[in-house]
């Protein structure tokens, strides 16, 4: 089979579909492998590294899509990429669909056999691709959240880890799956005081219990996200729905009672997000 990964040309993606490593791995199974000039620079890896593994670098992406059976990447196409894909080829990253249907119809109308990472699962139920983004994006979350609270970011000037005779800041985090477990152990290492809502009250008793009571754990219902909001400095949304658009868990009526130069980080934006 002929294989192929393009340089990724969303805003700010800096990562790689293959690494040489995987190249390698491909090459040993008897495929060919391309690779477009300069896909894996803001991932670290150089040209020189793909041909030693074995791959042919190609200079245009509309040479790699015209003649590669199966797509290798990590974001889902942008819509100057729609006309490059081909009846029967294989496109293998992340799509994130519930939330886009422009890309939907495109894959639909190209007869592309599309596979998001974001949905496959092992015999357990686990999520073996997304898992591991999803720790980044958890942890990440809190690191810039705490960013943009900083007054020469806009936000509040607060702390969250505080200093002694001063108040912590506080943390919401809406969902308490991978992203949610991690963002609270990011949170709670930089010494905010911490708060998770979740639905699963089999989930808000495996947080308790992992984290020795250290996070405070409410049933996510209405009322409780209100009054959770309204007290926070630093709000996360860390919901996720496999396969399904993100529940608008904070409306835009909600907004008015958080507090001024507040922040919200919506990890569940590629699924549509749960801050409307």
């Given at each position: 089979m002929k294989i192929g990964c393009v340089m990724e040309i969303k805003k700010h993606e800096y990562r790689v579909g293959m690494t040489p490593a995987c190249v390698a791995a491909y090459v040993q199974r008897g495929h060919q492998v391309y690779i477009q000039n300069g896909a894996g620079e803001g991932a670290g890896f150089s040209d020189d590294e793909y041909r030693a593994a074995?791959?042919?670098?190609?200079?245009?992406?509309?040479?790699?899509?015209?003649?590669?059976?199966?797509?290798?990447?990590?974001?889902?196409?942008?819509?100057?990429?729609?006309?490059?894909?081909?009846?029967?080829?294989i496109l293998f990253t992340y799509l994130h669909l519930a939330a886009d249907e422009e890309q939907t119809r495109a894959l639909l109308k190209n007869k592309v056999t599309g596979i998001a990472y974001e949905t496959i699962r092992l015999d357990d139920g686990?999520?073996?691709?997304?898992?591991?983004?999803?720790?980044?994006?958890?942890?990440?979350?809190?690191?810039?959240?705490?960013?943009?609270?900083e007054r020469p970011f806009g936000g509040r000037g607060i702390l969250l880890g505080g200093v002694?005779?001063?108040?912590?800041?506080?943390?919401?985090?809406?969902?308490?799956?991978?992203?949610?477990?991690?963002?609270?152990?990011?949170?709670?290492?930089?010494?905010?005081?911490?708060?998770?809502?979740?639905?699963?009250?089999?989930?808000?008793?495996?947080?308790?219990?992992?984290?020795?009571?250290?996070?405070?754990?409410?049933?996510?219902?209405?009322?409780?996200?209100?009054?959770?909001?309204?007290?926070?400095d630093l709000v996360i949304g860390a919901v996720l729905i496999p396969g399904a658009r993100a529940p608008k868990l904070i409306?835009?009526?909600?907004?008015?009672?958080?507090?001024?130069?507040?922040?919200?980080?919506?990890v569940a934006v590629d699924q549509g997000g749960c801050v409307e």
């Open positions: 074995g791959a042919q670098i190609l200079t245009k992406a509309e040479d790699i899509y015209g003649s590669c059976e199966m797509i290798i990447k990590v974001k889902e196409p942008q819509p100057s990429e729609y006309p490059l894909l081909r009846e029967g080829q686990s999520l073996p691709c997304l898992a591991p983004m999803s720790e980044i994006a958890g942890r990440l979350s809190v690191q810039e959240g705490a960013k943009y609270l002694p005779g001063v108040q912590r800041g506080k943390v919401a985090i809406l969902g308490g799956g991978v992203v949610g477990t991690n963002a609270a152990k990011i949170a709670l290492g930089m010494g905010a005081e911490v708060t998770l809502l979740d639905v699963r009250s089999s989930r808000l008793a495996y947080i308790d219990d992992v984290f020795h009571g250290a996070v405070s754990t409410l049933y996510s219902t209405e009322a409780n996200i209100r009054k959770v909001i309204a007290e926070s409306r835009r009526e909600h907004l008015s009672l958080m507090k001024k130069r507040s922040v919200i980080v919506d």
